[in-house]
């Protein structure tokens, strides 16, 4: 199973970026998918979570009313669309996948996709 992640770029404060995670070798809807973040000189922390039915969605207090996690089971396809960017959102963000059902977001993933940067500037 590979996760390839795109959609990341720089942006001025304010805009919005959408990313976007397919994934090959896998089917998604078999899958609990997750977005995280790394920003320069931090740990990785989650971002926002949707189990494989769609119906479980978590997200992270920062990206709650800002972030939308959605699936497109028919393009195998993941996105996180996010809006009114910040400074603070500068991070490497990746998509994650498991096929076990986490009853917590922050649980362990099988599968990661390489990163993709997102640089927000004031």
């Known amino acids: 199973v590979q996760l390839q992640a795109s959609g990341g770029g720089s942006v001025q404060a304010g805009a919005s970026l959408r990313l976007s995670c397919h994934v090959s070798g896998g089917t998604i809807s078999t899958y609990d998918m997750a977005w995280f973040r790394q920003a320069p000189g931090k740990e990785r922390i989650i971002v926002a979570s949707?189990?494989?039915?769609?119906?479980?969605?978590y997200y992270a207090f920062y990206a709650k009313g800002r972030f939308t996690i959605s699936r497109d089971n028919a393009k195998n396809t993941v996105h996180l669309q996010m809006n009114r960017l910040e400074p603070e959102d500068t991070a490497v963000y990746y998509c994650?996948?498991?096929?076990?059902?986490?009853?917590?977001?922050?649980?362990?993933?099988?599968?990661w996709g390489q990163g993709t940067l997102v640089t927000v500037s004031s």
């Open positions: 949707m189990n494989r039915s769609g119906t479980g969605i």
């Open positions: 994650a996948a498991t096929s076990t059902s986490l009853t917590n977001p922050n649980g362990n993933y099988d599968y």
